[in-house]
């Protein structure tokens, strides 16, 4: 359950974040000045937290792929691990898990229209 809490807490503040980003107004009068209609302007933001066990005897090396379907245009804004851009829609972390270990990779990714 703490884990949960904790994911809730990053996703709370998260979604503060970007309310305050989009409430300030020199990000508005940017946005304008490229001509996007700020009331208009749509971002999704999502966070993931993948939690990988091991049950082997010996460590592993894992590639974790992630595909990001909404759109073309995305940013990693927050990682645990290092990430590849592999293509414009697909991702990988490739990250270490100890012998009956785990592994927990998080991060936040921002879609933008």
Known sequence: MAMADGADKELDEVMEELDTLLKNPDVGAMLTARGINTSLALLVAEALHAYLK?????????????????????????????????????????????ADGEKIITYTVHYTW
Do not use: M
């Not at 590639?63 to 290092?82: A, I, M, P």
């Open 54 to 98: 091991g049950h082997k005897k010996e460590a592993a090396d894992v590639r974790v792929v992630e595909h990001f379907y909404r759109c073309k245009n995305w940013d990693l804004t927050k990682q645990s691990d290092s990430f590849n851009k592999t293509d414009s829609q697909t991702g990988e972390f490739r990250v270490h898990i100890p």
